[in-house]
């Protein structure tokens, strides 16, 4: 068990799958950016695509996504509005795609059908690797039969399911109300039509709930035995987030109770065989995460912890982020905006930030000290080296030189130790807790 420490887990920290971190945007950086980042792209260079799905059938309130309610129509316009960015995208870009990932929101907000068109014209327009990877965050709520057999049929590999909490009172208190009848046939449907390789999403920290909810929640999934899983920990930032005022700070557990949460998921799923992924993802041995982290391969981008980006990541749908060497681009969050941009035949970039040479630098040390627990400071950043000391005084890591290391103590305090390498300022109000 690491060591808790109140202090440390109380301040706030950036996610850090970006840096600069979204904290620094702005309007000054745009769609001719974007439009510039698209064509430096060499042909044939390995790219990712991420598609997002800013809908729900139902908006859950601990959620921090670009989200609303979904409505037939604007539905419809989505699709028209996506199918068109997609062909403007990819008239710009000639690099080759190696990995498609869906989020949301819900991207099964779209029925199965619209979602097999959407990468139907994915494999239309873009240079699709052989072997590209096409996962899809789920709502196991709105999987309807035979869902599994067209996502499959349309080249999807993988899902994640938003599993979150098997505890009904939990569930009452987040406004999601699911089963686990109704997880364990969304796994039954998409193993039997082909789709093996199956996340799930936990989260801990939740209002009302306890270690023995997180302790009950973790030993149900593992009957499930899904290949990856990701333990968040929930940010609870109602003065951002609206939806989130409907959860009472009352409710919410404590940052010792936090802590506990996030050690028990530790201990649970490695006795379980699940290698540990840095600081909130465990995985199965033969999980492709897994084998990056082993290999020392594994990166850190907007979608979390991944396998590989390529040369650049490139979002699409409204609020969907975009990131080039050099270059972090936003898409336009208002939704009539991004569809009045992409309808007319425009890139719909808003916000952004321009990445300098440190910036650069400084992401890297970030990533490798979140994905791989050490780093080699270069001499431009030993600035950064005594602000660590106090960390090492703690056990929380090691120093050697201009070597760092976590130690199984520090891992829980990842973010706020490599937020020792962050030269931005931010605004404690827009980032969780440490642990």
């Known amino acids: 068990m690491a060591t808790f420490h109140p202090d440390l887990a109380a301040l706030p920290v950036p996610r850090y799958t970006s840096y600069p971190t979204a904290a620094q945007f702005h309007e000054g950086v745009g769609a001719a950016d974007q439009a510039r980042a698209l064509v430096a792209i060499p042909a044939g260079a390995p790219v990712s695509l991420y598609l997002h799905v800013p809908f729900c059938r139902q908006i859950c309130w601990y959620c921090g996504c670009n989200t609303g309610v979904a409505a037939g129509d604007r539905l419809r316009r989505y699709e028209k509005a996506l199918l068109a960015e997609i062909a403007t995208v990819s008239g710009r870009m000639k690099g080759r795609v190696i990995s498609v990932q869906f989020g949301g929101g819900s991207p099964n907000a779209l029925a199965a059908p619209v979602l097999a068109r959407i990468i139907a014209a994915l494999r239309g327009h873009f240079d699709m690797a052989d072997m590209c990877e096409i996962a899809m965050e789920l709502d196991p709520r709105a999987i309807q039969p035979g869902d599994a057999a067209v996502l499959a049929a349309a080249g999807v590999n993988r899902i994640s399911l938003g599993v979150q909490t098997f505890a009904p009172h939990v569930q009452k208190l987040i406004n999601r109300l699911q089963s686990f009848d109704t997880i364990m046939s969304a796994v039954e449907q998409f193993r039997a039509a082909g789709i093996s390789a199956i996340n799930f999403d936990l989260m801990y920290g939740l209002p009302g709930q306890s270690v023995v909810d997180l302790t009950e929640t973790i030993e149900q999934a593992l009957l499930l035995r899904p290949d990856r899983v990701a333990v968040f920990g929930y940010a609870h930032m109602p003065s951002a987030i609206a939806r989130q005022r ?36 465990f995985a199965k041995p033969h999980d492709s995460l897994a084998q990056a982290a082993a290999s020392g391969e594994m990166i850190r981008n907007f979608q979390g912890y991944a396998t590989q980006a390529g040369v650049a990541l490139i979002g699409l749908g409204a609020t969907a982020i975009s990131q080039f060497p050099g270059l972090i681009v936003q898409n336009e ?57 106090k960390h090492a005084a703690r056990g929380l890591v090691q120093l050697h030189g201009r070597h760092v290391a976590l130690t199984p103590d520090g891992w829980p305090y990842a973010r706020l130790i490599a937020s020792a390498f962050d030269a931005h300022q931010h605004a404690a109000r827009r980032h969780s807790t440490s642990v």
């Not at 996030?262 to 840095?278: E, K, M, N, P």
């Not at 890139?347 to 791989?372: F, H, K, N, P, Y």
């Not at 030993?382 to 602000?387: F, G, H, I, N, T």
């Open 333 to 389: 969050k208002h939704l009539g905006q991004w569809e009045a941009a992409v309808n007319g035949g425009r890139l719909a970039g808003g916000r952004g930030v321009a990445v300098t040479d440190d910036d650069a630098q400084r992401s890297d040390m970030i990533a490798r000290l979140l994905c791989d627990g050490r780093v080699d400071v270069p001499e431009p950043m030993v600035d950064a080296l005594p602000s660590l000391a």
């Open 246 to 281: 409907m959860i009472s700070d009352l409710d919410l557990p404590g940052l010792a109770a936090r802590f506990a949460m996030s050690t028990v998921a530790h201990r649970l799923f490695t006795a379980a065989g699940y290698a540990a992924i840095g600081f909130d993802h």
